[in-house]
């Protein structure tokens, strides 16, 4: 099932699923994220999508993808390297990407497929892990590069956290329909041109590993949203560098998933 979350025509928020993939509409759902949801058989117009949750924490992994690592230079890891998004840095589908007065100026766009944990989970063996996956969306790991590596000496929260840097959607995927997440194609397309294309098959560590090293001693919370990390072709790699500027479109695509569009302003 294709879960989003949307405003109505009076301005309410509801859940509803996606259907012969109309995107105009959803047949309502009665639940809450990410416990049981059941069809209310009602149908209402979508006249704004949002982001498809908000998850009590966002744990991302960084140097997934082996081709990745290769493009920055850095050796593959032993563990998954982890840091923390603010939860405030979510934004939905068709929102815009603030470029911040702060003072970033190299912001990079990163595809990624995000994890969303159904129930909570702790030391959780592979083997089980995915037993814990309510379902999968499209993500943007929005990095400020500047900040991420030289203002604030490689440490990673504060240049991934600023506010509109965390786009989800367009739905999530509910995990019955993807039984391998090793094995689905993404990308992102800047302005029409394709600049990240892979397969989650090059990740270093799978969904399930993932999950399983997070949870060790660790309470991956209902709701928590585990962002896997980005294949190779981000900005900062490429000679020259390509950065978001305003009026930029950039867009996420993930197979069976859908694609998550957001354009690019500055704040002011």
Same mark, same amino acid.
């Given at each position: 099932?294709?879960?989003?979350?949307?405003? !109505?025509?009076?301005?309410?928020?509801?859940?509803?699923?996606?259907t012969?993939?109309?995107?105009?509409e959803?047949?309502?759902?009665?639940?809450?994220?990410p416990?049981?949801?059941?069809? !209310?058989?009602?149908?209402?117009?979508i006249v704004?999508?949002?982001?498809?949750?908000?998850?009590?924490?966002?744990?991302?992994v960084?140097?997934? +993808?082996r081709?990745?690592a290769?493009?920055?230079?850095?050796?593959?890891?032993?563990?998954? #390297?982890?840091?923390?998004?603010?939860?405030?840095?979510?934004?939905?589908?068709? &929102?815009?990407? =603030?470029?911040?007065?702060?003072?970033?100026?190299?912001v990079?766009?990163e595809?990624e497929?995000? =994890?969303?944990?159904?129930?909570?989970?702790?030391?959780?063996?592979?083997?089980?892990?995915?037993? +814990?996956?309510?379902?999968?969306?499209?993500?943007?790991? #929005?990095?400020?590069?500047d900040w991420?590596?030289?203002? /604030?000496?490689?440490?990673w929260a504060?240049?991934?956290?600023?506010?509109?840097?965390?786009p989800?959607?367009?739905?999530?995927?509910?995990?019955?329909?993807?039984?391998?997440?090793?094995?689905?194609h993404?990308r992102?397309?800047?302005?029409?041109q394709?600049? /990240?294309?892979?397969?989650?098959?090059d990740?270093? *560590?799978? $969904?399930?590993?993932?999950?399983?090293?997070?949870?060790?001693?660790?309470?991956?919370?209902?709701?928590t $949203?585990?962002?896997?990390?980005?294949? &190779?072709?981000?900005? *900062?790699?490429?000679k020259?560098?390509? *950065?978001?500027?305003?009026?930029?479109?950039?867009?996420?695509?993930?197979?069976?998933?859908g694609?998550?569009?957001?354009? #690019?302003?500055?704040?002011?």
């Open positions: 099932m294709k879960i989003v979350r949307f405003m !109505t025509n009076d301005g309410t928020v509801r859940l509803g699923a996606i012969q993939d109309r995107w105009d959803a047949q309502t759902l009665e639940g809450e994220l416990g049981k949801l059941t069809l !209310t058989g009602h149908t209402e117009p704004r999508l949002l982001a498809p949750l908000n998850p009590p924490n966002i744990m991302a960084g140097l997934n +993808y081709k990745h290769e493009e920055t230079g850095v050796s593959l890891p032993d563990i998954p #390297v982890l840091f923390i998004k603010s939860i405030t840095s979510v934004i939905g589908p068709n &929102e815009s990407i =603030v470029l911040p007065a702060a003072g970033p100026t190299q990079d766009y595809a497929l995000a =994890v969303i944990i159904k129930k909570k989970a702790k030391n959780i063996r592979r083997t089980d892990a995915l037993d +814990y996956v309510f379902g999968y969306c499209c993500a943007n790991d #929005v990095s400020a590069r991420q590596i030289e203002k /604030q000496k490689k440490q504060r240049g991934k956290s600023f506010d509109t840097f965390c989800l959607g367009p739905c999530i995927l509910t995990a019955d329909e993807i039984p391998d997440p090793g094995s689905l993404i992102s397309i800047l302005n029409g394709v600049m /990240q294309e892979s397969s989650t098959s990740m270093i *560590f799978d $969904v399930a590993s993932l999950i399983s090293d997070l949870s060790q001693s660790i309470t991956l919370l209902p709701g $949203v585990i962002l896997t990390g980005t294949p &190779e072709g981000v900005g *900062f790699a490429r020259p560098p390509v *950065f978001l500027q305003p009026g930029d479109e950039i867009a996420i695509e993930i197979e069976k998933i694609r998550l569009v957001n354009h #690019v302003t500055s704040e002011t």
